[in-house]
């Protein structure tokens, strides 16, 4: 099943409320929450008072992304403050059995995240535990980036591992998710998409994440 995330990164968080009910309106299913340190990333962006609020203007999952250094130690703020997905970076996790654990220790879901530069198989050892694998499909720490086409092999190398394995985890691609692009993370194997500025960027986000939805949809069936 494909589903959609609009990412609240490239919404207007003056009408974030009214942004995140259009964006689910228009077949959202889960709400992609960047949060961002300036340290891991190159960028700051929101802490646990804003999920909060965001927790009451939504009853769709939230997608909590930690891009930041010592999740550990954010990890249960973010929980208590609403996120039901919480997804942390092989690169920022010293020891990340332990981290993923501390995740599902508060009834979260829990996911990791490779940069574009990251290899696959440096996830081996946790992929039996996590809910979720995120590829980024961009280096992360903004918004409107350009799709890295030699992130699509990591997406059918996630396939085929969960197929030999008999595992269950889902995956999650996230960055320069568009209309054009759309089509070829499906086909390589991206079942949730992550999208900011191709929902939220301009124009209806009720009739873009619509448009978007449609077109991963076509493209799944078309796979079968």
């Not at 929980?79 to 092989?90: K, L, P, T, Y």
Request: proline share 5%.
């Amino acid at each position: 099943m494909i589903e959609l995330a609009p990412s609240i990164l490239s919404a207007d968080f003056a009408r974030l409320a009214e942004e995140v009910r259009a964006a689910s309106e228009g077949g959202g299913s889960v709400i992609h929450v960047d949060i961002m340190d300036g340290h891991f990333v190159p960028n700051l962006t929101i802490g646990p008072p804003v999920m909060r609020s965001l927790r009451k203007a939504t009853k769709l999952p939230l997608d909590c992304h930690l891009m930041i250094e010592n999740p550990d130690q954010f990890i249960p703020d973010f929980a208590e403050a609403g996120a039901d997905w919480i997804s942390v970076h092989q690169e920022a996790c010293r020891h990340l059995n332990r981290t993923l654990h501390l995740i599902k220790s508060h009834d979260c879901l829990a996911g990791v995240v490779i940069n574009p530069a990251t290899p696959v198989d440096t996830l081996v050892e946790v992929l039996d535990i996590v809910d979720y694998v995120l590829v980024m499909s961009v280096n992360p720490g903004f918004g409107g980036q350009k799709f890295i086409p030699s992130t699509l092999h990591k997406l059918r190398r996630l396939a085929e591992i969960r197929s030999q394995q008999g595992l269950n985890f889902r995956i999650e691609v996230d960055g320069g998710i568009s209309l054009d692009t759309v089509a070829d993370v499906v086909h390589a194997g991206a079942e949730i998409l992550v999208a900011g500025n191709a929902v939220f960027g301009g124009g209806d986000p009720r009739k873009n994440a619509q448009a978007l939805l449609k077109a991963a949809t076509e493209a799944a069936l078309a796979k079968v």
